[in-house]
């Protein structure tokens, strides 16, 4: 079976561009999280999707992070403009149900570096 | 809201020796208890995970964990380091509450000598 997919793996911008990290979810899998990987802060959800819809979004940082999910197989995190202090490593997981039992499954990371 | 305290970021064993990672929670309602292992440039990996039944978790690798309520406490051993168990480890929490996050610790660095 294949995993969570994320895309790019690294990605390194200038300041001020458009970053956008995809995400391909576990098929079957009907929730999808977005966290962001620093090492100041650990690990940070973003945001929570179950069935496509955004359930808890009150980690996004501000409003240059966006997040959506078109249907149950696909996802993105668009950050726009980028700042330096984005940089730190994105990771997709996803789950069976949402359920506080249900294990997630992380992606690889896409690593960022805001130039 | 809950949370989860490791202690120690990093904890540094030889080979053959007995790790043990600790992790403490807080939660107003019964928790479920997970632990990950990440290793360099790769996402996280689920060892074992507590959700209510028996409170002697065996997990992936020869890890294990027990939940101890008294103690809100969920650390992890593993009788014999091996060189391919350095990762950084992560402890978290969730709740049976409707929709449900993990929050996680800051991660506990495990380095083995030989």
């Known amino acids: 079976d294949a995993g969570v997919i994320q895309s790019p793996r690294h990605e390194v911008t200038e300041m001020g561009q458009e970053v956008t990290l995809r995400c391909k979810p576990i098929?079957?899998?009907?929730?999808l999280f977005w966290y962001r990987q620093t090492m100041m802060r650990g690990l940070e959800l973003l945001i929570y999707?179950?069935?496509?819809?955004?359930?808890?979004d009150s980690g996004m940082p501000e409003d240059r992070f966006s997040a959506k999910m078109p249907n149950a197989s696909f996802s993105t995190l668009k950050i726009q403009p980028s700042e330096p202090r984005d940089s730190a490593v994105y990771f997709c997981?996803?789950?069976?149900?949402?359920?506080?039992?249900?294990?997630?499954?992380f992606g690889p990371g896409t690593r960022l570096t805001v130039l | 809201a809950q949370s989860v305290t490791q202690l120690g970021s990093h904890v540094s064993v030889s080979e053959g020796a007995l790790v043990l990672l600790r992790c403490n929670y807080s939660?107003?309602?019964?928790?479920?208890l997970f632990w990950y292992v990440q290793y360099p440039n790769q996402g996280l990996q689920l060892l074992l995970k507590?959700?209510?039944?028996?409170?002697l978790v065996k997990g992936i690798n020869g890890f294990e964990a027990e939940f101890k309520k008294s103690e809100t406490s969920f650390h992890l051993t593993k009788p014999s380091a091996h060189m391919s168990d350095a990762a950084e480890y992560f402890c978290?929490?969730?709740?049976?509450?409707?929709?449900?996050?993990?929050?996680f610790g800051k991660g506990t660095m495990l380095l083995v000598s030989p």
């Open positions: 098929s079957g899998h009907n929730s």
């Open positions: 999707f179950n069935n496509n819809v955004p359930i808890d």
């Open positions: 939660s107003s309602v019964p928790p479920y």
């Open positions: 978290a929490v969730s709740v049976n509450s409707g929709y449900s996050t993990l929050t």
């Open positions: 507590y959700t209510s039944a028996a409170t």
């Open positions: 997981a996803s789950s069976s149900t949402g359920a506080g039992a249900d294990t997630q499954y």
